[in-house]
């Protein structure tokens, strides 16, 4: 999947949303270190829906190729997104030396995109390039994600999702519809696909969670840092403080997961859904609670060992293919008394994906590990709408009646396709799967091919 990054122009000005890098494959691909099918410089301003590495990862190449526009994010998002670009700065170095090449950007690139980088909150109409304005919108997704409404000077108009949450979210406000654009662009990444009940997903993560404190085992949470991360911490603190699970020791060995939890701390109060800022009115922390450990340098890190089980620890990376979680895994995979929580999806190729489909072994940081501890795979996590989330988007953007088209992107082509065909088949809307590098003509009157 590529990274999301969509060019808008018009008469007077050009603009960009989303300057994403691809994930899941070796940083190397061409599609990484390539150049961008247009000058850098020549782009007014650029807009970020949200702070996936995959919607922002090569901002720091923009900005280095000469992009010297405005970029502009909501301010949840600004401080999300200088987490995740430092991170990713330091896996790109590492990568890089491996394969003795330049790296693609080094953290000074990312402080210099910042140098540019503008607020700009929901529901603010914006002029941000000659002739460009731009509205955003929550989506439900992760904290600060937004759609992007673009207005040209004649009053037309095209939106593009960014990512769209799987609403409703113990910590997010629902998703907004879309209602007034005249071409919508959708992500679809769950086109094809649904989501297990929210409900039947945290009774699960209760029961396993039991099971496994009975039989005192050491507990492995592999976690995407960002949003899923502060979703498991919420709901292990709904369980401790309602009594529905005794109290063992937790915790959170990731500098990064620890600093976006941080910032979930600072923004919660503002950015959550009314109930959710309420609880944290009331109660302080919605992440905290007594026996959560945050081990935040390698030192604290090493010491989890000392701590007897039954204990549970949550590390990145998501798939189990690098950050502490490895250490972890070497270490208490081959004990039969551990359990390994597997959360969500797991890419081919990642050593989360052999746990996952049941191997007897794994390949971690160059040693085979012995896997005899218990695997439990827990679904429904997804930060994303599935394909009756994505449709009921759609729909509620329709009763707009103003959308002539929907194009299906940011999602494997199947997916894309599914979408297309369920809009069309069951809203009566037209719908398009775009390819790669298309341009379309966007006027009041007509959505078409250009050239
Ligand atoms: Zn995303």
């Known amino acids: 999947?590529?990274?999301?990054?969509?060019?808008?122009?018009?008469?007077k000005g050009k603009l960009l949303v989303d300057?994403?890098?691809?994930?899941?494959?070796?940083?190397?691909?061409?599609?990484?270190?390539?150049?961008?099918?247009?000058?850098?410089?020549?782009?007014?301003?650029?807009?970020?829906?949200?702070?996936?590495?995959?919607?922002?990862?090569?901002?720091?190449?923009?900005?280095?190729?000469?992009?010297?526009?405005?970029?502009?994010?909501?301010?949840?998002?600004?401080?999300?997104?200088?987490?995740?670009?430092?991170?990713?700065?330091?896996?790109?170095?590492?990568e890089a030396s491996r394969l003795g090449r330049m790296p693609l950007y080094e953290e000074q690139d990312v402080d210099t995109a910042f140098t540019l980088t503008e607020t700009l909150d929901y529901h603010i109409e914006k002029e941000i390039a000659p002739g460009l304005s731009v509205y955003l919108r929550n989506t439900g997704h992760i904290l600060?994600?937004?759609?992007?409404?673009?207005?040209?000077?004649?009053?037309?108009?095209?939106?593009?999702?960014?990512?769209?949450?799987?609403?409703?979210?113990?910590l997010l406000p629902d998703w907004e519809p879309v209602p007034d654009a005249n071409a919508l662009v959708m992500e679809s990444v769950y086109g094809d696909r649904l989501h297990d009940d929210k409900k039947t997903r945290v009774e699960r993560l209760r029961d396993i969670l039991s099971k496994a404190i009975a039989k005192n085992s050491t507990i492995l949470i592999p976690a995407f840092s960002l949003e899923r991360t502060q979703l498991m911490l919420y709901e292990l603190s709904n369980f401790f403080s309602a009594g529905e699970l005794p109290?063992?020791?937790?915790?959170?060995?990731?500098?990064?997961?620890?600093?976006?939890?941080?910032?979930?701390?600072?923004?919660?109060?503002?950015?959550?859904k009314p109930e959710t800022e309420d609880e944290m009115k009331r109660e302080g922390s919605i992440f905290e609670f007594p026996f959560l450990k945050k081990t935040l340098s390698r030192q604290q890190s090493a010491e989890i060992e000392k701590t007897p089980s039954p204990k549970i620890i949550i590390a990145g990376a998501g798939m189990s293919h690098g950050g502490r979680i490895g250490r972890?895994?070497?270490?208490?995979?081959?004990?039969?008394?551990?359990?390994?929580?597997v959360v969500g999806y797991q890419a081919p190729g990642t050593p989360g994906r052999r746990i996952a489909e049941g191997a007897s072994s794994v390949r971690i940081a160059g040693s085979e590990v012995r896997i005899r501890a218990t695997i439990e795979k827990l679904e429904g996590w997804s930060a994303h709408a599935d394909r009756a989330g994505l449709l009921r988007f759609a729909e509620a953007s329709l009763a707009g009646s103003r959308t002539t088209t929907i194009f299906?992107?940011?999602?494997?082509?199947?997916?894309?396709?599914?979408?297309?065909?369920r809009i069309h088949d069951y809203l009566g809307a037209r719908a398009v799967v775009p390819d790669l590098g298309q341009t379309w003509e966007i006027t009041k009157d007509s959505v078409s091919r250009a050239r």
């Not at 999947?1 to 008469?11: A, P, R, V």
């Not at 992009?67 to 600004?78: C, D």
Request: aromatic share 10%; with cysteine; net charge negative.
């Open 1 to 11: 999947m590529t990274g999301s990054n969509f060019l808008i122009e018009s008469d």
């Open 19 to 94: 300057c994403g890098i691809e994930q899941g494959v070796d940083f190397a691909a061409a599609e990484v270190y390539g150049p961008f099918p247009y000058e850098a410089e020549d782009i007014d301003a650029l807009v970020v829906t949200h702070a996936h590495l995959d919607h922002v990862g090569r901002i720091p190449k923009l900005v280095k190729d000469g992009f010297r526009g405005k970029i502009y994010m909501t301010p949840p998002t600004k401080d999300l997104a200088g987490l995740i670009l430092r991170d990713s700065a330091g896996i790109l170095g590492e």
């Open 144 to 170: 600060g994600s937004a759609s992007v409404r673009i207005t040209d000077e004649e009053g037309t108009a095209v939106a593009l999702t960014g990512d769209i949450g799987n609403s409703p979210s113990p």
């Open 247 to 272: 109290k063992i020791p937790v915790f959170l060995d990731s500098p990064l997961a620890i600093h976006v939890t941080e910032i979930y701390e600072k923004w919660g109060q503002t950015y959550f």
């Open 328 to 341: 972890w895994e070497a270490r208490y995979l081959p004990d039969p008394t551990t359990t390994l929580f």
């Open 408 to 421: 299906t992107a940011i999602g494997e082509p199947s997916a894309e396709r599914f979408l297309a065909q």
